[in-house]
């Protein structure tokens, strides 16, 4: 099964990901009053890898 992972520090919660995943994977929550991006449904990946590819920060690891 694919594992997403975020790098909270890296991440700059401009919701690229949320936008561009096909299936949802993402969502932005607010954590320690900052916007990040979270897996939230990490098990409807389809490894399209749009997420890492698209984020501008590197902060998306898509592994299968
Ligand atoms: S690899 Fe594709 S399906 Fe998986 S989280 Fe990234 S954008 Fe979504």
């Known amino acids: 099964m694919p594992k997403v ?3 909270n520090n890296k991440c700059n919660g401009d919701g690229t990901c949320v936008s561009v995943c ?3 994977v ?3 929550q607010n954590i320690n009053n ?3 991006a979270v897996p939230v449904n990490n098990d409807a990946c389809i490894v399209c890898r749009a997420c890492e590819i698209q984020c501008s920060t590197q902060a998306i ?3 299968e």
Do not use: H, L, S
Request: charged share 25%; no cysteine; net charge neutral.
């Open 61 to 63: 690891v898509v592994k």
């Open 5 to 7: 992972t975020v790098d």
């Open 26 to 28: 993402f969502e932005i």
């Open 34 to 36: 900052q916007p990040k």
């Open 22 to 24: 096909p299936v949802a």
